[in-house]
């Protein structure tokens, strides 16, 4: 079939709109029309080729939402009218990652995702005159249809709108799965979040929803300040505006550090602040953001020796198929908060301003709806 995608053709130029083929699902895969798709600081990421992995011409687009059309041979689990949201985390529940609890990191296809490819090694995607066209983090939600595996969607309730629950395809999931699953923040607690754009408001809601008594958030921009005290922040924190050593303010500020701190940011300085504020003897340090190729994180020794811990997360620890369902439902039960953090909503043909909202600060996300 023809659809229409936003094609990243070359790393650090703007997305081009244009038609592309798209080969029907194979064995164990799933045609989805996409209805809704985020905009995560992510895919601006590997737009710019800072990542590694990062390949191109490729589809971009992580943090969708849709509908079934139609399933390849062998799959049990969807059928077409399914309503789903793409995984860039599989849960294929028989690899050694999914079999054991301790991570969510199915590796089933992770080797094949990260080249862009499907599991059989090939892209179902091409430009009209033939080119070859690469999926990306196995979603590619840029494109109004894409093709993914049966293990790579969970099904979610048909009563809840696309233009929503696309962000819980990453965002939502991340910030709050970071709170609940990885870092098992108890009630009472007191966490410092660097970063208050889409990831670090939903850690931010999620210290909340956990019952954290003291919310620190760190921004450069005090834009982000009425969204995070909206969503639970009891104190803000301006780098800029500090006068001396940082870390010595948000420890001061916290009695002692906080008991969890999260980098949302990708800036591995950052990350280095996040570990140091975090409370002498217990405190963990949980790193949510994706640093640029090369980039390196360093501390002394004597800040884990004494007691702090640094950890990662990725897609909040959640298991998609078991979980995502899940904080649907969270979100359609007023649970959790999403419709205040939609601030920009566009046409597929206007997806590059999104990015520009994104870089200017001026958006916390921007949804695509097709
Ligand atoms: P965003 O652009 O919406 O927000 C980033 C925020 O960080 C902005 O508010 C910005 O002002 C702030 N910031 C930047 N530099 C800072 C600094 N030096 N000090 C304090 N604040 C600073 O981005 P996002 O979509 O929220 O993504 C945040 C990070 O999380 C990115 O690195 C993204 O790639 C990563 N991410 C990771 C996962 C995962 O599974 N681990 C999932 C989604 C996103
Ligand atoms: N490809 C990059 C790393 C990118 C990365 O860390 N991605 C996160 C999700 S970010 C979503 O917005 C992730 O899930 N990582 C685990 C994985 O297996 O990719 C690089 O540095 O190579
Ligand atoms: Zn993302």
């Not at 992510?42 to 939402?65: K, V």
């Not at 999926?135 to 309730?157: D, W």
């Not at 649907?328 to 601030?343: A, F, L």
Request: net charge negative; glycine share 14%.
């Amino acid at each position: 079939m023809r659809t229409t995608a936003a094609v990243a053709v070359e790393a650090g130029k703007p997305l081009e709109i244009m038609d592309v083929n798209l080969d029907g699902p194979r064995e164990g895969e799933v045609l989805v029309e996409i209805k809704a798709t985020g905009l995560c600081h992510t895919d601006d990421f590997t737009l710019s080729g800072a990542d590694p992995e990062g390949l191109f011409p490729a589809i971009l687009g992580h943090e969708g939402a849709g509908v079934v059309l139609e399933v390849g041979p062998g799959v049990k689990s969807l059928q077409p009218g399914d309503h789903v949201i793409p995984l860039y985390t599989p849960e294929c529940r028989e690899c050694d990652y999914c079999l054991n609890p301790k991570t969510n990191l199915c590796q089933s296809i992770r080797s094949t995702q990260g080249q862009g490819l499907m599991p059989d090694g090939t892209s179902r995607f091409s430009m009209l005159d033939g080119t070859p066209i690469l999926h990306y983090m196995g979603c590619s939600t840029f494109s109004n249809h894409t093709v993914l595996p049966e293990i790579a969607l969970a099904k979610v309730r048909k009563d809840a709108p696309f233009d929503k629950i696309c962000y819980i395809g990453c965002g939502v999931t991340t910030g709050i799965g970071a709170v609940i699953n990885t870092a098992k923040v108890e009630i009472g607690s007191t966490a410092i979040v660097f970063g208050l754009g889409g990831i670090g408001l939903n850690v931010i809601q999620g210290l909340r929803l956990a019952g954290a008594d003291q919310i620190v958030g760190v921004d450069l921009n005090p834009g982000k300040i009425p969204m995070a005290e909206k969503f639970g922040m009891t104190h803000f924190v301006n780098p800029n505006d500090v006068e001396g050593d940082l870390v010595a303010h948000l420890v001061e500020l916290t009695g002692g550090g906080g008991d969890y701190t999260f980098d949302a940011t990708g800036n591995v300085g950052v990350m280095r602040t996040a570990l140091e504020a975090a409370h002498k003897g217990w405190g963990e340090s949980i790193v949510i953001g994706v640093a640029p190729a090369g980039a390196e994180i360093s501390t002394r020794p004597f800040q884990l020796v004494t007691g702090r811990s640094w950890r990662g997360t990725a897609f909040g620890g959640a298991r998609g198929r078991t979980d995502v369902p899940q904080i649907v439902d969270w979100y359609m039960d007023g649970k959790i908060e999403i419709d205040p953090m939609i601030t920009h909503t566009l046409k597929l043909e206007d997806i590059n301003k999104g990015f520009e909202m994104m870089h200017a600060g001026e958006s916390i996300r921007s949804v695509v709806v097709y």
